[in-house]
Nanobody, 128 residues
Framework: QMQLVESGGGLVQAGDSLRLSCAVVGHSNSDYAMGWFRQAPGKERELVGGIGWRAGTQKYADDMKGRCTINRDNTNNTGTLQMKSLTHEETADYYC?????????????????????WGQGIQVTVSS
């Protein structure tokens, strides 16, 4: 059973950069797409961006383009989310998620419902 574990969250100041990591355990293949989502208090979970099973395919939410880089290391089964110029409004719990390519939906890959495996989430607080 695939399990995802996020790390790297915490408290940063507005304008800072932050790097989150996601370790995939219990699954040795790289046959999955990975997404990053966030959920602020009282709001719905929203896509930050995602990466295909081959690291060359990335997609970002419109408000993250130019401020966000998602990568993955298939050798070590890890993924990373690098964000810069963070704002207070981006305070949220951040989640990594995965879906195996045989279940990949071209629409679902941009929505929470399109992913089968989720990390426990990690808190990111951006002070103003």
């Amino acid at each position: 059973q695939m399990q995802l574990v996020e790390s790297g969250g915490g408290l940063v100041q507005a304008g800072d950069s932050l790097r989150l990591s996601c370790a995939v355990v219990g699954h040795s293949n790289s046959d999955y797409a990975m997404g990053w989502f966030r959920q602020a208090p009282g709001k719905e979970r929203e896509l930050v961006g995602g990466i295909g099973w081959r690291a060359g395919t990335q997609k970002y939410a419109d408000d993250m383009k130019g401020r966000c880089t998602i990568n993955r290391d298939n050798t070590n089964n890890t993924g990373t989310l690098q964000m810069k110029s963070l704002t207070h409004e981006e305070t949220a719990d951040y989640y990594c998620a995965a879906v195996q390519i045989h279940r990949l939906d071209p629409v679902g890959v941009e929505a929470a419902w399109g992913y089968d495996y989720w990390g426990q989430g990690i808190q990111v607080t951006v002070s103003s």
